[in-house]
């Protein structure tokens, strides 16, 4: 990857652990900036309109607005990015939800962290990604 090609990252995640994982996965790819963290979709509309990602990681499961919805929000706010849903749970309807909201790609929590860093490098290149689920 080019030097000059940094793609802005923001996490939605309301889990703790799964944010200080985040933070440390993403941390260590050379081609990746994080420019934020929400624990809410209230607060991540604050964020994306104050550091404008390339690329946000969305859970679906929120407290207040849940991911579908706050992905709508942050699509008419920030229609530049790219909002990829990471989430436990790939019922269908859920996935449905989170796509007709805007979503990119949908990829589950169990997805392998090569996955996650190809999918977020295929979402700021403008193309969909989507889990295959646990291998």
């Given amino acids: 990857m080019s030097s000059q090609t940094t ?7 309301d889990n703790p652990a799964t944010r200080v994982g985040l933070v440390y996965f993403l941390s260590a790819q050379p081609d990746v900036q994080l420019v934020g963290q929400a624990a809410s979709g209230e607060e991540a509309l604050m964020l994306c309109e104050r550091e404008r990602p390339d690329v946000v990681l969305m859970d679906m499961r929120l407290p207040g607005m849940d991911g579908a919805a706050t992905t709508a929000a942050l ?4 229609p530049e990015a790219q909002v990829i849903v ?3 749970f790939g019922e269908q309807p859920m996935v449905e939800k989170a796509m007709r909201a805007g979503a990119t790609s ?4 169990s997805t392998k962290p090569q996955d996650l860093i190809r999918a977020i490098r295929t979402a700021h ?3 969909s990604a989507q889990s295959q689920g646990p291998q």
């Fill in 7 to 13: 793609i802005r990252v923001m996490s939605v995640e």
């Fill in 75 to 78: 699509k008419k706010k920030c």
């Fill in 86 to 88: 990471f989430s436990s």
């Fill in 106 to 109: 949908y990829l589950l929590k």
């Fill in 125 to 127: 290149a403008g193309r």
